[in-house]
C-alpha cells in the first residue's frame, strides 16, 4: 500500500472514530462500529439515530478536528485495541503454557500441563489485558489514525443497505434483537491547493 494511501486511510479512521465519539456526546443507547478506506468510511449505527443527526456528527467531527482537537481521533473501543489485546493475550497464553511443558519436560501439551500452567497462564493474561490497553491506544495513535486531517474533505454521507459484516457485528455487540441498524457510506476526498 503506497504511503497517500495509507495517509488516507488513517485520516479516514480519525474522522471515523471522531464521529462515533461525537454522536456518543449527544445520544445515549447505541452502539456504532466503523472502517476505513483510503476512499472513506463506513459507519454502522445500532441503535434510533436519524439521518440527519449522523450526517452533522460527521461535520462536526470534522471541523472539530481541523481545529486541533485531534484527541477525538483515538477511540478506545478501536479494532486496534482489541486486536492488540488478543495478541497479547494468546502469546502470554502460549508462552506460560510453553514453559511449563519444558519445565515437565514433556514433548507435548497434555492435561497436567495445562493443569499445572492454569494459574501462571491466568496471571499472565490478565497483566497482558492491563498493558494492553494503553499499548492499544499508543499503536493506535502512532500507526493507524493520524488527526490532522491535511486537505482530506468529506463529500458525500450516504445511507446505505446494512452487509453481511454488519449484521455480523450486530450480534457480536449483542444487538442482536435490535431492529435499528442503520449503515452509512462517508466518502472523502483528498484536495490539493493549487497555486496561482
Not at 476505513?36 to 445500532?46: A, E, H, V
Not at 519445565?103 to 494492553?132: D, Q, W
Amino acid at each position: 500500500m503506497s504511503n497517500d494511501m495509507l495517509s488516507r486511510v488513517r485520516r479516514n479512521h480519525a474522522l471515523e472514530h471522531a464521529t462515533i465519539h461525537v454522536l456518543t456526546e449527544r445520544n445515549k443507547g447505541f452502539s456504532a462500529q466503523g472502517n476505513s478506506t483510503p476512499k472513506g468510511f463506513n459507519l454502522n449505527i445500532y441503535g434510533q439515530l436519524e439521518d440527519d443527526e449522523v450526517s452533522i456528527a460527521v461535520g462536526d467531527a470534522f471541523r472539530r478536528l481541523k481545529e486541533g482537537e485531534k484527541r477525538l481521533a483515538v477511540h478506545p473501543n478501536c479494532g486496534t485495541v482489541l486486536l492488540t489485546t488478543a495478541s497479547l493475550a494468546t502469546l502470554s497464553a502460549l508462552t506460560a503454557f510453553g514453559i511449563e511443558q519444558k519445565r515437565l519436560k514433556r514433548s507435548s501439551l497434555n492435561l497436567a500441563t495445562i493443569i499445572g500452567a492454569l494459574p501462571t497462564t491466568i496471571l499472565a493474561v490478565l497483566i497482558s489485558i492491563i498493558v494492553a490497553k494503553p499499548l492499544g491506544i499508543f499503536l493506535q495513535e502512532r500507526y493507524t489514525v493520524e488527526g490532522d486531517l491535511g486537505n482530506l474533505q468529506v463529500v458525500s454521507i450516504q445511507k446505505v443497505q446494512p452487509s453481511l459484516i454488519t449484521r455480523l457485528f450486530q450480534l457480536l455487540l449483542g444487538q442482536a434483537r435490535n431492529n435499528d441498524v442503520q449503515a452509512y457510506r462517508i466518502d472523502t476526498v483528498d484536495q490539493f491547493l493549487v497555486n496561482d
